[in-house]
């Protein structure tokens, strides 16, 4: 991180600044530096990093067709008429089926209302092998950096990816809407356990209650993994169409940021999104070292495999020997 | 690999010789350790991957309702009625919504059948930090060692395991059913594009024709990633209540093989999937080894990152450092 990087960064350091001083343009270009990867970026991010830690961050997710987007433009308004200043980081699905024009009114609206106290932006998901959640994440950062009190992190909540963004908030909301089907629940299930707070989207239609019911007879059960204990997860209804419960749902984020600071909450789960944190990281510079070492050390390894020279373990052993993780 | 490991692998040998002898009780007890993943059990599992090679891997996976485990069950009977040995590891979802009993009826047929060319084996899936996959292509291993010509692994299709898992098959079947609407859709689109073959099941319904469409445009718009270029991905309708499409899919089965070995194909396929593995692998050691750090230098750089000391990619690095990765 000495001689080359200390020169690079001289621009970033003026980058920072501008973040810091919350310029609309400095947060984008600091973003999409971010979401680049590259490693020129490190020592911004690392200064960047250190000016982090005062936003409130909420994951909000919810499948495809959940109402999740209307809502969330809803609470950032209602989230600036409160005089915070909020950002939205949506996560895009990859997916060419679904496209990524999800947010595409809310921009245009927020830009148009020429509002210095909102920031929306996409995030472009990237290759199978990830990167996704660390550059959402360092979104995340700059974000807090400059100064933006809430920070709103809207993912469809399908893969590990997503999980793995939403465990990275203080607080969780989990967003079902009435009649998509058992089916849908279980494949749901893997993130209905993490909510801090349940929204039950679409409550003018008729079969809502039997999703609010559904969701309070699962934590009933217990079946609530929500970081904070003694915390009593909420379930929330909600109407796009008669303009009811988002003044609830932001109540309840705000309780549930007040809960976690007088607890004594708050600690640890900045501990738990650390410790989360850190790993995932590792994996991603493993994952770059694998690409890295491609046509070397693994490809004379997975020829070994082949042959049965060696064994996934052993290769794998012997590739994180040989990658050393210097530098 | 020396000294204590070599004197604990004795009995392990010996199970090795009982296992290539397809002794079943052998093979589930060699998959029952290594499900538990413990470092006892890598000598025996290199030794069993020494034998491996032969058979033919058949990922299968379809969401809960696509009449997957159905069309599993008579794939089975009907690989089996050609003379060929037939296994099928099964992945139970982790959550407490589905339940795990999906195999059940099949397990009970088999075994009162008392046919030693079957063998069934559910994997338990086990802490979100993984390892499914791992111990998973075990006992593919395990059961390639033992002999069996085919073995199908049935997946959920939902989560970064169950890809990884399926992207280990030399072929992939992914099966769809009409009706599941376009939420659905979107979220399978990740495993949708990785089929070497689409099932359509149950198509009796009326609105199989639709699903069918839908999938052969998707194909006509270039959105397939099957593993093998020039193979012509093919979309078969079955139908469980009339009996109807399994013989076509196993012959579609076969033709896929017989297409990856005489194209040359088989061996980038291995390729692909070897390199894959040893990735996975090496993820798997890396969050091993964070475990075993947890409260050493994990906490250390937890709290460093708290206080802003380091930060998340500068305590990655270092984690990665202190881990070293030897033995």
Redo the contacts between chains.
Sequence with gaps: MKGPDAVRTVPSLDLIDRVAAADIGAIARMITRAEAGQNEC?PA??EI??R??RAHIVGITG???SGKSTLMGKLTSSIRETGRKVAVVAID??????GGAILGDRIRMSELAGDKGIFIRSMATRGALGGLARAS?DAVDVLDAAGFDVILIET?G????EVDIVQAAHTTVVVSAPG?G??????K??ILEIADIHVVSKCDRPDANRTITDLKG?MTLG?SLSGATNWPVPVIATSALKLEGVSELLQSIDQHWAFLETSGEL?KQ??RI??R???K???????DK?QEH?DGK?ST??EQ??T?ET???????D???E?R???
Tied chains: 1, 2.
């Excluded at 399908?158 to 990816?161: E, K, P």
């Excluded at 064994?311 to 052993?317: D, L, Q, S």
């Design positions: 490190r991010l690392a990093y250190k982090t830690g499948v495809p067709g699905p990859s997916s060419p089926f679904s994440l469809v399908v893969g590990q990816d998509l058992d089916d849908i629940q279980a494949i299930a893997g699962m079946l600690d900045k501990k650390a410790e944190r850190m790993l990281t590792a994996e991603e510079i493993l994952r694998f491609r693994v390894l997975v495999m082949i049965h064994n996934p373990y052993a290769a794998a052993k590739l994180l020997a990658i993780m210097e530098k």
